[in-house]
């Protein structure tokens, strides 16, 4: 399933590090929703830092941002202590808002097919619907893309 820009946020939770559950829907708008292969690896690291450093400038704009993995609420605790990480991560265990976003599916490397995660960002307007989607994203420099486009609604 692949969403298109203008489709609703769509229903799902995910549970956080302390091990709240936060539905989707009660995330405050604009929001910014990025998926990520797995904690404490070289490219989720540098994009989760790349997101916790912009933080204040996404609240200042008035958007949410929330990294979902299907790393466990105590992995992403781990993860977020030991990078000194404020961008909040969000445990998608079974998989299911994965599913609803299309990020969960066949990759490739080394000749090798393999279940895993797409690296994606979300970008939901004021009304939940969505506004701009980054699929298969290159770290470097997307965070900043990303708040450009939030300060551009």
Partial sequence: MSMETGAALPAGSVTLADGTTVALSDLPLPAVIYFYPKDDTSGCTREAQDFTV???DFAA???SVIGVSKDSPASHAKFAAKQALTVTLGSDEDGSVCDAFGVWGEKQMYG???LGMERATFLFDVNGRLAKVWRKVKVPGHAQQVLDAVRAL
Wanted: charged fraction near 20%; proline fraction near 0%.
């Fill in 61 to 63: 704009a008035g958007a």
């Fill in 54 to 56: 912009l933080g204040d």
């Fill in 112 to 114: 090798r097919t393999y």
